[in-house]
């Protein structure tokens, strides 16, 4: 008698302590395979993207799938349809979304720093976006975190290039900026005066005056081209 009453008291405790099949099922659900998995490599990724091109460092242009970048790379969908991180020194630009990204190399971002100086960091290669290129120039629009916010597009850095020459950065101070660029476009007599009286701002005004000037070449090249047809 002794003994079945034990037993009784064993096989309770057993079943009161063994989840019912609805309570296992609920929490095996609460813990679901992802889907799709995860890939072993944090470069790769699996989407369908979105339709792009990209520029070669030979200079051929190809299209391809796209499924967004940062500023240290793109993810370009390759043949098996897995997209691949790609740097900025595996191509020359890419466009994306109606953006053109450009591959720049060697620049010296200003590093912010609170109640100090900002002092340069070389970045040896980054994609920034382009805000225009013409008459000889290429300005680009470098955020320091992509993707890129109100905060981070704020505290932007626009870069200049005059030809094959290295990047520079553009300076905020209105001063500044009115002096650097009185020496790259003063040559243009309608420009001139308007920067002598510094009253250019960068973020407003860099990428029309580039596209006044590179106006203003095109209308001299045609009057001397006019002229030497005489």
Do not use: C
């Amino acid at each position: 008698m002794k003994f079945y009453l034990s037993y009784s008291v064993v096989l309770f405790l057993l079943l009161s302590l063994r989840p019912s099949g609805a309570q296992a099922q609920r929490r095996a659900a609460a813990f679901p395979a992802p889907v799709p998995a995860p890939a072993a490599d944090p470069t790769l990724r699996r989407g369908s993207g979105h339709a792009g091109s990209y520029q070669a460092l030979d200079g051929q242009w190809h299209t391809v799938r796209i499924d967004g970048w940062e500023n240290d790379r793109v993810y370009l969908r390759n043949e098996g349809g897995v997209f691949t991180a790609y740097s900025p020194t595996d191509l020359k630009r890419f466009v994306y979304l109606g953006d053109t990204v450009v591959a720049a190399h060697a620049v010296a971002v200003p590093r912010r720093r609170f109640l100090r100086r900002p002092q340069p960091r070389l970045i040896p290669a980054a994609f920034a976006r382009q805000l225009y290129r013409g008459g000889g120039f290429q300005l680009l629009s470098y955020d320091p975190a992509r993707p890129a916010t109100i905060t981070t597009a704020l505290s932007s850095s626009m870069l200049l290039r005059r030809g094959h020459e290295p990047w520079q950065v553009l300076p905020t101070n209105t001063v500044k900026f009115n002096q650097l660029m009185l020496t790259l476009l003063g040559t243009d007599p309608e420009l001139a005066p308007g920067l002598q009286a510094r009253q250019y701002h960068l973020r407003r005004d860099a990428a029309p005056l580039l596209e006044r000037y590179a106006d203003w070449q095109l209308r001299r090249f045609l009057q001397s081209a006019a002229q030497s047809g005489h």
